[in-house]
């Protein structure tokens, strides 16, 4: 669909792997309610965290959790916005350095080279937090 002809504006939240992933029912209405069509990504490590199927019913698609073969249809919106909550140490040491190991990581990778805005929502625990690798990783995705 072109873009101009779209209902909505597309948020992609991608949740990675840590107790407040299964809060995110309660943001998804609340980004709906504002006039965003939402789409769920997620870690392989959230996945434990979240109830797929009842996030597949409130946003009308499927929770992604894993690249597609190349040979599959894309399944999502392209999104215009992203919000990462809960932004685990790994998930954004890992973004910092580029590597795209999850679906989740591609995605934000991706996002960097095409300026979409994204808005992540750390949540190490406070050793994690102090980490020096963590602090560089965040002042190298803060922007500019």
């Not at 504006?9 to 209405?29: M, N, Q, S, T, W």
């Amino acid at each position: 669909m072109a873009e101009q002809n779209r209902p909505h504006r597309v948020l992609y939240v991608i949740a990675c792997g840590g107790r407040p992933a299964g809060d995110l029912p309660a943001f998804v209405e609340e980004a709906q309610a504002t006039g965003w069509e939402v789409c769920v990504i997620a870690t392989p490590s959230a996945v434990k965290f979240m109830d797929l199927d009842y996030l597949a019913e409130l946003t009308g698609h499927v929770v992604r959790h894993d690249y597609k073969q190349p040979d599959q249809p894309d399944v999502l919106p392209p999104a215009d916005a992203i919000v990462v909550a809960p932004a685990t140490f790994n998930t954004v040491n890992k973004w910092a350095a580029g590597i795209s190991d999850t679906l989740a990581l591609g995605l934000l990778n991706e996002a960097l080279g095409l300026d979409l805005p994204v808005v992540a929502v750390p949540f190490p625990n406070v050793a994690l937090a102090r980490h020096p690798a963590f602090r560089r990783s965040m002042a190298e995705l803060s922007p500019r």
